[in-house]
């Protein structure tokens, strides 16, 4: 089965801008795996930010945006704010049913 | 209002065979495009996608887990149930289920969660 891989941690100043990514280690990362992404803070389930590349799930701030980056998909917080400190995850259909999560990456603002 | 809410045992012996069952509200599971899924998380660790069954009564697994794992469906009672054999320490995780509508704006990402169940593997 495909690996999906994700910078483990970054950080980002508060205001600035940062760009999370996801990507296959079977190839390229194009809409029709429909990426999604969530944010996770300790104890929570995940919540929902982002479906089919760029599509922010409901109350979700525009400071979030997704893309397909080269040959990967992306998410990019501009501006960010203290509270977006989490760790966040893709996710990426491979077909047949199959969805495979990311390893994580744990944004730190500071 | 579409709700999710695992339930089984906190508790596993090593060796045992783990029951949960999911039991949502707001949806059916009849409905085209709809899925249930089961997703894990070990502590401190990353998520884990483990198995899916649509409004077609198709399932599918992650290869890593197969043939350990089934999942089931009981429309009359509005629950999905995963079952896990032969389960081991390393099974020990926050097991989530979470709905897929495929088609739409959504498509293939998991848009309602329940809030999981922790499931320690311990003799």
């Known amino acids: 089965q495909a690996v999906v891989t994700q910078e483990s941690s970054l950080s980002v100043s508060p205001g600035g801008t940062v760009t999370l990514t996801c990507g296959l280690s079977?190839?390229?990362?194009?809409?029709?795996?429909?990426p999604s992404w969530y944010q996770q803070t300790p104890g929570q389930p995940p919540r929902p930010l982002m479906f089919t590349t760029n599509s922010r799930s409901s109350g979700v701030p525009d400071r979030f945006s997704g893309s397909i980056l080269g040959n990967k998909a992306a998410l990019t917080v501009t501006g960010a704010q203290t509270e977006d400190e989490s760790d966040y995850y893709c996710v990426l259909h491979l077909g047949s049913g199959i969805s495979v999560f990311g390893g994580g990456t744990k944004l730190t603002v500071l | 209002q579409v709700t999710l809410r695992e339930s089984g045992p906190a508790l596993v012996r090593p060796t045992q065979t783990l029951t949960l069952t999911c039991t949502f509200s707001?949806?059916?599971?009849?409905?085209?495009?709809?899925?249930l899924n089961w997703v894990r998380q070990p502590p401190g660790k990353a998520l884990e996608w483990l198995a899916r069954?649509?409004?077609?009564?198709?399932?599918y697994y992650t290869s890593s887990l197969r043939p350990r794992v089934t999942v089931s469906t009981d429309t009359s009672k509005n629950q999905v149930v995963l079952t896990l054999t032969s389960m081991q320490p390393a099974d020990t995780a926050t097991y989530y289920c979470?709905?897929?509508?495929?088609?739409?704006?959504?498509?293939?990402?998991?848009?309602?969660w329940g809030q999981g169940t922790l499931v320690t593997v311990s003799s």
């Open positions: 079977s190839g390229s990362v194009s809409t029709s795996h429909f």
């Open positions: 707001g949806f059916s599971l009849t409905t085209r495009g709809m899925s």
């Open positions: 979470a709905r897929i509508r495929s088609g739409g704006y959504t498509a293939e990402a998991f848009d309602v």
């Open positions: 069954i649509d409004w077609e009564d198709d399932k």
